[in-house]
């Protein structure tokens, strides 16, 4: 069998497992089936993400690239419209930030949430064919137009990055994954 060509290919092979192991048992669509588990499920989200996005932003030390790719507001807005005020939101738990060291550990892991940006648009028209119009998606919509553009720049990105990063990449890319499917698949619902 032969190496794939570029490393977002060699990541992609790399954290395969895992991210079907997070597919396998996350079960999205039982959880979005109603209402009050679609919010459990963004409030799970919102504590991932508060956990996650300092950390890559600091690892990474690239705000304007990073900061187009952040999701935090976005799950906030969503939860707002859901009935959860700030102080509700600011009290919903998240995992241990992880240790990113360097570029390569940080877009091993933004890998995983640039990654969920691009499958999250399924998930949006499923919970907006099941709840209607007026379901709050911010999260879930995506970026629009700029959904090509952003992944495209990530990937240039991830495959410029030296021969010395790749192994702290595939490292960061597989225990975000694995951090992501332990904390979506328990804890308590909101």
């Known amino acids: 069998m032969t190496q794939p060509d570029t490393l977002h290919a060699r990541l992609r092979v790399a ?14 669509q039982e959880r979005v089936a109603t209402l009050p588990g679609y919010r459990a499920l963004l409030a799970r989200l919102r504590g991932f993400h508060a956990a996650y996005e300092p950390a890559i932003a600091v690892a990474l030390a690239d705000e304007a690239f990073f900061a187009p790719r952040r999701r935090l507001a976005a799950l906030d807005a969503d939860l707002a419209a859901l009935g959860l005020d700030d102080a509700a939101r600011a009290a919903l738990p998240a995992p241990l930030a992880p ?28 919970v907006g064919g099941l709840h209607g119009a007026g379901t709050p998606l911010a999260y879930y919509a995506g970026r629009g137009r700029e959904a090509g553009p952003l992944w495209r720049a990530f990937r240039e990105r991830l495959d410029g990055l030296g021969a010395g990063q790749e192994q ?12 992501m499917r332990v904390w979506l698949t328990t804890g308590s619902a909101v």
């Open 99 to 126: 240790r990113l060291a360097g570029e390569g550990a940080a877009m091993g892991a933004l890998y995983v949430l640039e990654g969920s940006t691009l499958g999250g648009l399924v998930i949006g028209r499923h």
């Open 15 to 28: 954290t395969a497992e895992a991210h079907e192991a997070l597919e396998r048992d996350l079960d999205w």
């Open 168 to 179: 702290a990449a595939f490292a960061a890319g597989v225990a975000t994954f694995e951090t």
